[in-house]
């Protein structure tokens, strides 16, 4: 039930130790065809804290050519900080989702999508099997979905799913929820992944077509309504303009996430995707 009292986008949240992990997968399955799930865990995993849909974390992958892994490692035992390493390494962002404790150890799921330009990621995804190894970094912070909004916009790519499936299941059931794909073709399996992964069921599921600023015009925004996109960098640019400059929409009635831009490896997400209105 929401307070009156917090404001409706109001989304809590607060840091968590940041360290880095070294993680083992323990399993390996397909929850659709499109994603390869690596279940992982690892000694450093009992702190292992997640609560807010667009949690990420860095996963640092052996390198493609030579399987030597680099990547950063903790300071100390159960201290915050980490040390990077001086070699090159092969890292990429994740949602991590189901975090859980079984028996004396505490599981993590990432969903790695396999498109077709595989990078570091995707080939390691695609061929990855248990007693696998990797360092996991993060989340440093959570920021929870916000509990007193009507309606929540979701306006997803496929690297974007699993936190979709995160934003489905951690809004309240109070607030209904419009799921807008970018993707091309049938829906169906994006229904499949959205309903198993989040257990709810009672979402609109449409596609983005041609310009996602369009598809978000129809479905409208109104004053209740929260917006959360993530996807291609440059296919959110127009989206951004509209509900920034169009709907002016005060800033914590959105967000809006480059996930990966076409032709460009290892996108980093803090770069602005707008460079003509970089805030
Ligand atoms: C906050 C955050 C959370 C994320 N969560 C997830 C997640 O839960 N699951 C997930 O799978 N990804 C997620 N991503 C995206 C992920 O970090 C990688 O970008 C993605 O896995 C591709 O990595 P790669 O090494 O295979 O390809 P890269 O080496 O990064 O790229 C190789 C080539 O493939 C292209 N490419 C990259 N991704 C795609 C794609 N989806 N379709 C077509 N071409 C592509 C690139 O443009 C480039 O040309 C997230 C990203 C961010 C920033």
Redesign the pocket.
Known sequence: MSDATVPPFFRAGGRHRFTAREATVVAVSHPVEEFVRVTVTGDDFDDFASSGPTD?VRAFFPDPATGELAAPRAVGPGEDGIVRPEAPTFA????PLHPRRDGDRVLVD????L?????????WGGQAEPGDRLVIVGPRASKEAPQGADRAVLVVD???F??ASRWLAELPSSTRVDVVADVAGDLAWVETYLRQESGRSDFSLTAGGADLAEAVRTLGVDAGTFVFAAGEASRLVPLRRHLRTQLALPREQFAV?G?????????D?HAPIDPSDPD
């Not at 990429?92 to 949602?95: G, Q, S, V, W």
């Not at 498109?115 to 080939?123: F, I, L, Q, V």
């Not at 996930?259 to 996108?267: I, N, R, S, W």
Request: glycine share 8%; net charge negative; hydrophobic share 35%.
């Open positions: 990420h990429r962002d994740f949602t990432l969903d790695i999508l498109h077709a330009d595989p990078g570091p990621a995707a080939a496929p690297t974007a699993p936190s996430s996930y990966l831009k076409d032709g460009t490896a290892g996108f997400h």
